[in-house]
């Protein structure tokens, strides 16, 4: 007989998932069996079949929305050091530029990351990934790129990995050696060819990240030196991603579509034929206004993914530069920034984020067969999730049918608490 893992049921709202409008099911029910949803409906239907007293877990939701977990797809949530005083320089003026220029920004945290030994790198990241849970993140991606040389590239996808072990986050490992060319390079050439002939080969041999990501900027690499890092990449088994349009509209967003990348991420100064572009070659575009929130810049320009029928993917981009765990924010900073719609940010938070990511299983929905993450946020409806902004909305959060967190007792595992990685 199957296990009943958890039945939800009394939801003001349900959302089910992608559609237009948005699907959704008031006084809605979802039954989970083995970690996957088995029904959703209304509650009457759902509890004739699914009884709460055959189920692990049974939750009343009366009042509460129930959405899928948030995927992030975009983070950097391994790192070591602090950047906070670049906060208080880029509010005096200074560029992100600039402060790279003066040894700050992704060279500061390298040379941090590069001292700390990996038992830290992942205590680090699983504090990182206890927030995100509690904010109702249940898939997040997470790159390398503070290491910038072959053995720490490999110690922090090491790290990754045995967060991933423990952690109730399914954590989706990318590699991302062309984050930036450290200093003791002699040239931005000289440390593609070291990408491509020893830390690729390494990244492949190791096994662990499924992506390979570079930063395709003005003054970091150029189009064609991101070509051959992520070529380099592909033909080790590793699907492209890229760092596009950031801060100047160099053409990432164009080598995103012709290497057929699973996202082109950023997108600040893409055009409408960019869009069109990402579209035609089915890469997902992925938008993070944390990031621009942070600089002080532009949000990208959803319209003209509107009008390329380019499904948008938020994510946080949660680094040292751009420090909010939360997709709740980002949802918000989507509404409010980027001018989409509740139902929009919804769906771009939670299935088409997975889909830039390669988690096409139905993550990212609660419909049947689905993977049954979800959270129960403490208000009416989705729309209220960016409307109350300030606050973190998420009371409880399942995920694979098991509740993994709630507001009253935090991270929750079989004992009651999260384990440590590498513990028995």
Avoid at 136 to 155: F, W
Wanted: proline letters at 5%.
């Amino acid at each position: 007989m199957t296990d009943l893992d958890a039945v939800v049921y009394g939801a003001n709202e349900l959302v089910v998932g992608p559609g237009d409008p948005l699907e959704t099911i008031e006084d809605g029910a979802i039954a989970v069996i083995d970690g996957n949803v088995a029904a959703v409906g209304p509650t009457m239907d759902i509890l004739r079949e699914y009884p709460t007293e055959n189920a692990a877990e049974s939750i009343d939701a009366t009042g509460r929305a129930v959405l899928p977990g948030f995927v992030d797809p975009h983070t950097h949530a391994v790192f070591a050091g602090d950047r906070s005083g670049e906060f208080a320089a880029k509010l005096r003026g200074k560029t992100y530029q600039e402060i790279m220029a003066e040894g700050g920004g992704i060279l500061s945290t390298v040379h941090s990351v590069r001292e700390a030994d990996t038992e830290h790198l992942v205590a680090n990241l699983l504090d990182h990934l206890d927030v995100m849970l509690a904010h109702g993140t249940t898939t997040a991606e997470v790159k390398s790129g503070y290491g910038l040389d072959t053995e720490t590239e490999l110690r922090m996808l090491e790290a990754i990995d045995r967060a991933n072990e423990v952690h109730p986050i399914d954590v989706v490992p990318t590699f991302m050696g062309a984050h930036a060319v450290p200093d003791n390079a002699e040239s931005t050439d000289e440390y593609v060819n070291c990408v491509v002939d020893e830390q690729i080969p390494a990244v492949a041999e190791q096994g662990i990240a499924e992506f390979c990501d570079v930063f395709c900027e003005e003054d970091v690499f150029s189009v064609d030196q991101s070509r051959v890092v992520l070529e380099a990449g592909a033909a080790a088994g590793l699907t492209p991603k890229v760092h596009a349009e950031e801060f100047t509209r160099l053409g990432g967003a164009q080598l995103a579509a012709d290497l057929g990348a699973a996202s082109a991420d950023h997108l600040l100064h893409a055009s409408g034929n960019d869009a069109e572009m990402l579209a035609e070659a089915g890469v997902t575009p992925v938008c993070l206004p944390g990031t621009a929130f942070s600089l002080g810049e532009d949000y990208a320009d959803v319209d003209a993914f509107r009008s390329a029928n380019a499904p948008v993917a938020l994510a946080t981009d949660f680094n040292p530069n751009c420090f909010s765990q939360s997709m709740q924010f980002a949802v918000a900073l989507g509404c409010i920034g980027m001018r989409m719609t509740p139902a929009e940010a919804t769906v771009a938070a939670t299935v088409n984020a997975a889909s830039a990511i390669d988690r096409n299983d139905g993550t990212g929905s609660l419909e049947a067969g689905a993977p049954g993450d979800l959270v129960i946020a403490d208000v009416p409806s989705h729309v209220h999730v960016p409307y109350n902004f300030a606050v973190n909305n998420a009371e409880t959060v399942i995920k694979g049918g098991r509740r993994v967190y709630d507001r009253d007792d935090g991270i929750r595992d079989d004992d009651g608490h999260r384990p440590q990685a590498g513990s028995e």
